[in-house]
């Protein structure tokens, strides 16, 4: 048979395998991961989504979105994020299926499925269809490794999972026109890499990776790599303005709090010994998986100095890696680029270059993970070869292809285990308070947690006290670790005041205003306290308080009306009602009240109308006769 009747069955051969894998990788996406489907909202769920009034008005909020930083609609402080195209999916959602959360977790896995094919296809174009097995096995070990569960699990964090999936698109279009100045790829590249931006800001680590794909695996030279990545700077530049618009400033406006970061704390070498050792359990959460946990906060990562072990360890570790990319850069080794890709996507998370809002978080790994699953299938390829060519030859390769499936079973076993933590709060705060100890965070959400899914729901009064006295405990435990922490102090006095000791409540709320006098939700709390004293005027000044310091906090809205209400100032009570309304237009309470207070005023067609409204939002309200 001759050659050229041989080529178009290798070629329709290969074609086969690619579909295959393509289908393999859909499935290995979307089956571990399907589990999330009955889940509820958790975690950042709560700022993204369900207590966010402009993402709750649905796609008329869209102009909205598009104009104000990505918390606008949850607190009144300045934000740092603009990322318009996720809340826009976010309001989409609520305006489909109001406060139905499973819908948006079968979302966020096909986002996810979209995602790990898309990046398949992108190694598939870098590397070459004649290796479509490598970039198999690096998609594989993305897909299935369990650091991702957060990412999936958490409807929030769809941020990340559009902006990897345009992303993966627009570079895949700038590779199609590689050879070329402008085509209709360009155009593709361009209109994606903005979705992705505006989905979430850290893809802009993704521009120096294009120039390196076209010096490691094309003929391209690294200094005419730059012409078709210049492409990228368009939606750049459009994205920058509008986030101007939006934040008003291209700078971060947030104050990072030591509870978030415990960098914030440090200075000089203690800072650079515990940035490195940070980064280096980076590398080792990718390496061994286990335990996962939402949350690293203080003081679960001490801060340490020079003289620690793990600092040298991952110290040695980085400079084992700069090693790797000095020595493959001139023969364009695989795992140089590896390694690149990981650095300069992981560059932003480092904590070396600026500080942000955290000092470790799993989610954070989503992208930089795809550098280590390049590096790792490639050890593996090139242990079966016994050369770094990245040629398969199975008969040769047993061994590796043995532990790649072990390593894919155990992927795929971990990541089911940990989508069940995240099934509640309560779920994933009970968890993690074991796998996070000594995290002051984990205790005081957990204690969060039995107060609001346990707590509150119970129907039995004793039952209710149980969960409250369970609730002291971790917040207790939470304060604790961290004295500082005011939003544990201020539950704390929360708990002890639905339990009825008021005077452990009001001292533990004292504590908190001493340090904090505009901490939102002990103002509030604390008003509550006078409102049921008969103290109506105190209670008034603390709900101003509260609502001067968040002007947007419609519990306090709705606690101030009630005052109002109580003492006869129906027109102010109605207009914080109105208010609230504004907020959180489907709360049924809020227009039953208005109703009420109609009545008093003896205005009984504005009543009716309002409660009307009230009986359709909630029709247990509706008095049975």
Not at 108 to 115: D, G, R, S
Not at 343 to 357: E, P, V
């Amino acid at each position: 048979m001759s050659k050229r009747k041989e080529e178009p069955k290798v070629k329709k051969g290969a074609d086969r395998m690619v579909l295959i894998a393509t289908l393999a990788i859909a499935l290995m996406a979307f089956i571990p991961n399907s589990s999330t489907f009955d889940h509820g909202y958790v975690l950042d769920d709560v700022s993204a989504i369900t207590e966010n009034y402009v993402v709750q008005k649905g796609t008329a909020s869209i102009p909205t979105i598009w104009t104000t930083n990505y918390r606008y609609g949850y607190w009144s402080d300045p934000g740092s994020l603009y990322r318009p195209l996720a809340l826009t999916l976010f309001a989409w959602e609520w305006k489909m299926w109001p406060n139905e959360p499973g819908p948006a977790h079968v979302i966020n896995v096909l986002l996810y499925t979209a995602c790990c094919v898309a990046i398949y296809l992108l190694l598939l174009n870098w590397f070459g269809r004649d290796r479509w097995a490598f970039a198999f096995a690096a998609a594989a070990i993305f897909t299935l490794h369990p650091i991702h569960t957060e990412v999936v699990a958490n409807i929030k964090s769809a941020d990340e999972l559009l902006a990897i999936l345009f992303s993966a698109i627009s570079m895949i279009a700038i590779w199609k026109n590689r050879d070329k100045r402008f085509s209709k790829w360009i155009v593709l590249a361009i209109i994606a890499f903005f979705l992705a931006i505006s989905s979430k800001e850290s893809v802009i680590t993704l521009i120096p990776i294009v120039p390196l794909a076209f010096y490691f695996f094309s003929d391209i030279t690294l200094k005419k790599s730059w012409i078709p990545t210049a492409w990228l700077l368009a939606p750049l530049s459009f994205y920058l303005l509008l986030r101007k618009n939006a934040l008003g400033t291209f700078s971060s406006a947030d104050v990072i709090a030591g509870i978030d970061n415990v960098l914030v704390k440090a200075e000089g070498l203690e800072y650079f010994a515990t940035a490195t050792k940070i980064c280096g359990l980076y590398i080792w959460k990718l390496i061994v998986p286990h335990p996962l946990s939402h949350d690293y906060s203080l003081y679960q990562i001490p801060l340490n100095g020079i003289s620690d072990p793990y600092f040298w360890f991952s110290g040695l570790v980085y400079l084992a890696l700069f090693w790797i990319v000095y020595k493959g850069w001139k023969s364009r080794n695989i795992f140089a680029f590896s390694v690149l890709f990981f650095l300069i996507t992981f560059s932003l998370y480092s904590n070396m270059f600026i500080m942000i809002g955290t000092h470790f978080g799993e989610r954070l790994m989503f992208l930089p993970s795809l550098g280590f699953s390049i590096g790792l299938s490639g050890l593996l390829y090139a242990w079966s070869t016994k050369s770094s060519s990245i040629s398969f030859q199975a008969s040769k390769s047993m061994l590796p292809i043995l532990l790649f499936v072990l390593v894919l079973l155990s992927y795929g076993f971990k990541t089911q285990l940990r989508n069940a933590d995240w099934k509640s709060e309560y779920d994933l705060y009970t968890a993690d308070v074991i796998y996070s100890p000594e995290s002051s965070r984990t205790h005081y959400r957990l204690g969060m947690a039995y107060m609001k899914e346990r707590a509150l729901l119970a129907k039995d009064e004793k039952v209710k006290n149980q969960w409250l006295r369970k609730a002291v405990g971790e917040l207790k435990k939470a304060i604790e670790i961290y004295p500082g922490y005011a939003d544990a102090q201020g539950e704390l006095g929360l708990a002890y005041q639905r339990l009825g000791y008021l005077d452990l409540a009001v001292e533990r709320y004292n504590i908190v205003l001493a340090k904090k006098p505009t901490h939102k939700t002990t103002l509030n709390n604390m008003g509550t306290v006078l409102f049921n004293q008969a103290k109506f005027e105190q209670a008034i000044d603390y709900f101003l308080r509260a609502l001067k310091s968040d002007p947007k906090y419609k519990d306090a809205m709705g606690n101030l009306a009630s005052c109002y209400g109580t003492i006869g100032q129906y027109d102010e009570a109605i207009k914080w009602f109105k208010k609230a309304i504004d907020i959180d237009p489907t709360n049924a309470s809020y227009y039953y009240f208005v109703g009420v207070t109609y009545q008093r005023m003896n205005k009984p067609k504005e009543a009716e109308s309002w409660l009307l409204q009230a009986y359709v939002l909630d029709p247990s309200l509706k008095p049975k006769n």
